[in-house]
DNA sequence: ACGACCTTTGCACACGTGTGCAAAGCTTTC
DNA sequence: GAAAGCTTTGCACACGTGTGCAAAGGTCGT
């Protein structure tokens, strides 16, 4: 192998190629593509002799080359926000283990701020992206129509479509879905007193939660009592809860829009109300993140079905590839409830044993309903 | 915009080409591919013409065909595992970050077990990226020497080389030099009795953290009362702490390999033992998790800087990206303590004030010595 | 053995772009 | 105006691979 020899304006690298195999194994490049392409016509002893010739010479088709030629690079535009956050980093962990079972690669932009979507959407444009799957912010008209132009599909995860619902598929949870099982529960249990903590005012999944718990709440004839912002953070939680709690009509319990809030809202409600969780306040959070199970909260919450979700955006931008995202499709992820210890539950027969691994309820069937346009 | 015209065999797509903005300009394809290279030769004019007719037929250079020319795609392979763990998270987020700043794509691989990560980077060769972050595991030799016929840069991050350190760069926090601020401190504050939780008895982060802890201890004349595995998980922290606390010379104080461990073994010393946390039993973690800030536990512990982490991975693959990775270079990132409640601290005038916010003591600088063979 | 049919193979071009090089064009100096 | 020097420009080839198509080769039936 004479790879040594560095071609000058090469940047100092060559690979090995299609050529030093075919030279190996005295048969043409074609051969060696044909070798390496699915289906394609060649005879079983000359394939036995490239792949051969191949191993020893260390060559594996340039998938860059490749995607030259078919337009088909195999790598997905990945647009996600703070990793960090528990959520999205099981979303993006599931993502890219769906996307790799199925021979494709994430590309993954990081977004600081919603606003950076479009244009980290642009940059991956320029690689040919097979499809994005976007975990950000919704898009400007601007951009989805460009991917549009580009046959590139866009799929947007628990985001609302906007005004380009045309160019974009959808995948989300069934947050109504969820709020609605939250509202049974609390409801079922006899509390009396509801309260709702919602994340940031804007955001889709916090009305939607919030949308949900209402009307479930209506279907057992009851009201929301009270409600707070808590911008979805633990501090925020906290401070809520003095708000909260700290009215005449006091909640027995309260539903908030994620886990971190929850745990927040706790705390506050312990050290600074002295309250029992849940025999004074019953708690339900949102997300089942890995702090709900620490002993100290035992935090009863709603799950999303995160490999589900992935593999609903995955298994959309696949059946899309090379074209438009069909127009107002929208496939919403059933939520679930993960029974622990911060909220009271309904007297028997319907309650089951609490252990310290958590029972879960089975899923409500999806909403079944579109949601509004953001 | 004739785009529309869909030409057999091609995958149902047309990309805008600088053909299309050369008719635009009425310039050649090389005139539109210099006004697109930075000191490339092009009038002021010709420059401004083509960028308008670029923008007007929606076009942005190719990527992927650039990098078959250049031979250098900007896009960087990144193995990493377990996203969810607020670690690898953190880590993942930073590296996104910083490879975006300096103009770079991420393509991630996600390993779902160590075992993984050969063939992962095998398929990250393909790609022909043009340097790889391993944030998973250590490598095999074939592999590692295929990156280096590939000359393409390994950095490892949190790894050890094993023996292959000559073709890869190594990017780690200082452990060891962890391990001493928790010995130092814990010393200081008069504890008697020092355990250690270890994680996973092969895994260098935890013999690391071990032997600074050990070290630091012996420099006060003090030896390890008591030792423990916990598997780096709540729930092996938690049943390690029976095994710990039922001593009859039970420790004062536990030195955890990592946060989740030592929340575990703080609700089991609470529920299981009665006692209190730090008036009894003292707490270090290892990490910084969100959830050692919980007011539930107020964890103090030992926080590694994933920012600097990144940053020193991004900047070792780009000092490198062509070549192969300059041979046993170590870039060690030091830790530092966060205060926060679960421990003991020296009396004044060493101490300051706790508030909800966590105190930081300042970093010590690196230990300085060569991590041993892995 | 010959013809029909099927399989395999290599050639040459395509994909979109960067760049060496020669030619064209422009600017400065005498 | 002419020569020298500098800048700009387009051509044609490279990069590594996939594939249409014609030619070559192999198999089967009469």
Redo the contacts with the bound molecule.
Sequence with gaps: MDDEIV????GGR?????????REA?????????A??PG????????RRILAAADAVG????A???S????RSGIIGVVITEIANPFYARLLEALGIALQERGLMPLVSVAPDPEATDELLVRLLSYQVDGVVVASATLSSGIAARCAAARTPIVLVDRRAGEHGREAALVGADNVGGGHLVADLLAAAGHRRHAFLAGIEATSTSTERERGFVSGLAAHGLTLTAREVGRFSYVGGRDAALRLLGRADRPDAVFCANDEMALGLMDAARATFGLRIPQDLSVVGFDDTPSAALASYRLTTVAQDVTELAEAAVTAVQEHTGSVAASARYRLIPCRLVLRESARLPPPPASTLHDPNAMTTAAVPPSGRMPAAG
Tied chains: 1, 2.
């Excluded at 005295?26 to 044909?34: N, P, W």
């Excluded at 394609?40 to 394939?47: D, K, N, Q, Y």
């Excluded at 060559?59 to 340039?62: A, K, L, S």
């Design positions: 071609e000058p304006g090469t060559r690979w090995v190629t299609s050529a030093d195999v075919a005295g048969v043409s490049r074609a051969a060696v593509s044909r390496f392409t394609a016509s060649v005879a079983p002893e000359t394939r060559y594996r088709p340039n860059i080359a490749r030259l030629n078919t337009r």
